[in-house]
């Protein structure tokens, strides 16, 4: 299947009201094209020097959205053109975005990334670090960042049930925050093997790489 029949295949299954960040990393922008051609605007990169050498070549439309680490030194890269951060971790992480936001004239969303997740090898707040970060006054007092709300990772597992109980304790933080702030409105969580059921959890977010590109081929980098 070409990339426009899966596109719109995936775009089916989305619920209203849900956003589809199309995750094109390790996908030359020559494929990218062929989703943006579709009518997609809105992709996610884990990887600053790649997103920045696709915002490079392809349209000014796109909203590009980092899900991957992001190293503090790196920020100032991507803070002329990045829609929204998914990757917040550190309040160091966010004071820098601040910064780079301020000097670039620009006001940035973040979400703050929260680990739910079994394995020990993804990044992440604790649920208790995100919402101390998300109702400190530091955060208030920034005017380069807008809070949008928090992404997370489910386990890699085939243990719906679990994945379930992980999407569902995003939720219960994501409506507490909601609840002390106008800007927050975004869950971002669902992924392509998991992302009906994040939606069934209350995800306002998706972000779907192989169900719209085909497997990733790591080797070629
Ligand atoms: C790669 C990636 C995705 C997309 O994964 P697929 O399984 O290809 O849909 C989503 N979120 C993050 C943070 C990723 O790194």
Request: aromatic share 4%.
């Given at each position: 299947?070409?990339?426009?029949?899966?596109?719109?295949?995936?775009?089916?299954?989305?619920?209203?009201?849900?956003?589809?960040?199309?995750?094109?990393?390790?996908?030359?922008?020559?494929?990218?094209?062929?989703?943006?051609?579709?009518?997609?605007?809105?992709?996610?990169?884990?990887?600053?020097?790649?997103?920045?050498?696709?915002?490079?070549?392809?349209?000014?439309?796109?909203?590009?959205?980092?899900?991957?680490?992001?190293?503090?030194?790196?920020?100032?890269?991507?803070?002329?053109?990045?829609?929204?951060?998914?990757?917040?971790?550190?309040?160091?992480?966010l004071e820098?975005?601040?910064?780079?936001?301020?000097?670039?004239?620009?006001?940035?969303?973040?979400?703050l990334e929260?680990?739910?997740?079994?394995?020990?090898?993804?990044?992440?707040?604790?649920?208790?670090?995100?919402?101390?970060?998300?109702?400190?006054?530091?955060?208030?007092?920034?005017?380069?960042?807008?809070?949008?709300?928090?992404?997370?990772?489910?386990?890699?597992?085939?243990?719906?049930?679990?994945?379930?109980?992980?999407?569902?304790?995003?939720?219960?933080?994501?409506?507490?925050?909601?609840?002390?702030?106008?800007?927050?409105?975004?869950?971002?969580?669902?992924?392509?093997?998991?992302?009906?059921?994040?939606?069934?959890?209350?995800?306002?977010?998706?972000?779907?790489?192989?169900?719209?590109f085909g497997?990733?081929?790591?080797?070629?980098?």
């Open positions: 299947m070409s990339v426009e029949e899966n596109l719109a295949k995936v775009k089916n299954t989305i619920k209203n009201g849900v956003t589809l960040v199309a995750v094109s990393k390790t996908h030359p922008s020559e494929v990218v094209m062929d989703a943006y051609n579709a009518g997609q605007r809105i992709f996610g990169e884990n990887k600053v020097q790649e997103m920045c050498a696709k915002a490079e070549v392809m349209p000014k439309d796109i909203q590009w959205h980092l899900i991957g680490h992001l190293q503090s030194n790196k920020v100032k890269y991507i803070a002329p053109f990045v829609s929204m951060i998914h990757s917040v971790d550190s309040m160091a992480l820098k975005i601040d910064a780079a936001a301020i000097k670039a004239d620009r006001v940035i969303d973040i979400l929260v680990h739910v997740a079994q394995e020990d090898t993804k990044f992440g707040l604790s649920i208790e670090q995100a919402r101390q970060i998300a109702l400190s006054t530091e955060i208030s007092q920034m005017k380069g960042i807008r809070l949008r709300g928090i992404m997370g990772m489910a386990s890699n597992t085939d243990n719906m049930a679990q994945v379930k109980a992980e999407f569902l304790r995003l939720k219960v933080l994501f409506d507490t925050l909601k609840s002390t702030s106008q800007t927050i409105d975004t869950l971002s969580m669902g992924m392509s093997g998991d992302y009906m059921l994040a939606m069934e959890c209350g995800s306002t977010m998706v972000r779907v790489g192989s169900s719209i497997h990733r081929d790591y080797s070629v980098h």
